[in-house]
């Protein structure tokens, strides 16, 4: 079983929902050489290295319809495989992408115009964008631990929680964190990396 059959198998994905994917694969093949979206190191492990990683996050979405945001969005990862696994299984919940730069905005436009995603682009630096009150706040691979709580404080709801996937200096970056902040946490065991964790976190304010 190749990481694509693994994906749709370990997630149970509609095959409309696993169509959607391989077109978003397809896209992010053609756009990176020009813009380097991923590694180029990763561009032949996306379902593993990326797909797998970011779709490990939906377990988050409530029964109800919410706004879900993301920021640094770069390629898309998690927001967009997000954003496909919810139109089936969600479609009224929303997607903002908080990305600022414009040819990676462009290429997020246009994934989300082919595949009819329920998502909108919003192209500013995240702490020049006005607060989203987002109900669910991602971000994969972009900062530590401490700055992500000051873009949370930011742009999640008062009852919105933060989802971080973090590698193997979560631990370190716990404590780092606690310096500035209060915060209720979960520490969630990662599907892809066995040293990593996801970090559910909600009830953040300032120490």
Same mark, same amino acid.
């Given at each position: 079983?190749? $990481?694509?059959?693994?994906?749709?198998?370990?997630? !149970?994905?509609?095959?409309?929902t696993m169509a959607i994917l391989d077109d978003y694969a397809a896209l *992010?093949?053609?756009? !990176?050489?020009?813009? !380097?979206?991923? +590694?180029? &190191?990763?561009?032949? @492990?996306?379902?593993?290295?990326?797909?797998?990683?970011?779709?490990?996050? $939906?377990?988050?979405?409530?029964?109800?319809?919410?706004?879900?945001?993301?920021?640094? +969005?770069?390629?898309?990862?998690?927001?967009?495989?997000?954003?496909?696994?919810?139109?089936?299984? &969600?479609?009224? &919940?929303?997607?903002? *992408?908080?990305?600022s730069d414009l040819r990676k905005c462009t290429f997020l436009r246009t994934?989300?115009?082919?595949?009819?995603? !329920?998502? @909108?682009?919003? @192209?500013?630096?995240?702490?020049? %964008?006005?607060? *989203?009150?987002?109900?669910?706040?991602?971000?994969?691979?972009?900062? &530590?631990?401490?700055?992500?709580?000051?873009?949370?404080?930011?742009?999640? +709801?008062?009852?919105?929680?933060?989802?971080?996937?973090?590698?193997?200096?979560?631990q370190a970056e716990i404590t780092q964190a606690k310096a500035n902040w209060?915060?209720?946490?979960?520490?969630?065991?990662?599907?892809?990396?066995? %040293?990593?964790?996801?970090?559910?976190?909600?009830?953040? +304010?300032?120490?």
């Open positions: 079983m190749d $990481y694509r059959d693994a994906f749709q198998t370990g997630f !149970n994905v509609s095959r409309e *992010l093949r053609k756009w !990176n050489p020009a813009i !380097n979206l991923v +590694s180029k &190191s990763t561009i032949n @492990t996306l379902w593993q290295r990326h797909f797998h990683d970011s779709a490990q996050i $939906y377990r988050f979405q409530p029964e109800s319809p919410c706004h879900w945001a993301d920021l640094g +969005s770069g390629g898309g990862f998690p927001a967009l495989v997000l954003a496909a696994m919810a139109k089936e299984d &969600s479609p009224e &919940s929303r997607f903002t *992408l908080v990305e994934v989300i115009r082919d595949l009819g995603l !329920n998502a @909108t682009v919003i @192209t500013a630096r995240i702490e020049e %964008t006005k607060g *989203l009150n987002a109900d669910i706040l991602t971000a994969r691979a972009l900062a &530590s631990l401490d700055k992500l709580l000051e873009f949370a404080n930011l742009h999640l +709801s008062p009852t919105g929680i933060a989802v971080f996937p973090k590698g193997d200096r979560f209060r915060f209720d946490l979960e520490e969630i065991p990662s599907r892809t990396n066995p %040293t990593g964790a996801i970090l559910k976190i909600g009830g953040i +304010s300032r120490v």
